[in-house]
């Protein structure tokens, strides 16, 4: 069965970091481009990222480039968000994505599974 699972979200204060996992299942990662997204209460989901099927880190949202970086453990099917100086602006439920066959990274790039997201909470 194709999962996707996010792990790694809580409560951080201005600056803090915290990384988040995408543990997938039901399929291999060196076969899909796999994203991250967040969305904040009142706000439409935004892209933040994407790491290819060939473990690249091939786009970042410019609101996050220098500060939040992805990557992957095949060995463990998981992909990470390193998310480092983080802000009370980054609040928001975070969720990682699979592409669809065929698809690279970029900022169009068509998903079609979905994690059930985490939450991540910026304040002091």
């Known amino acids: 069965q194709l999962q996707l699972v996010e792990s790694g979200g809580g409560l951080v204060q201005p600056g803090g970091s915290l990384r988040l996992s995408c543990a997938a299942s039901g399929f291999t990662l060196p076969d899909y481009a796999i994203g991250w997204f967040r969305r904040a209460p009142g706000k439409e989901r935004e892209g933040l990222a994407c790491i290819s099927k060939f473990g690249d880190s091939d786009w970042y949202e410019d609101s996050v480039k220098g500060r939040f970086t992805t990557s992957r453990d095949v060995a463990k099917n998981t992909v990470y968000l390193q998310m480092n100086n983080l802000k009370p602006e980054d609040t928001a439920v975070y969720y990682c994505?699979?592409?669809?066959?065929?698809w690279g990274c970029g900022k169009y790039t068509d998903y079609e599974y979905w994690g059930q997201g985490t939450q991540v909470t910026v304040s002091s």
């Open positions: 994505a699979r592409a669809r066959p065929g």
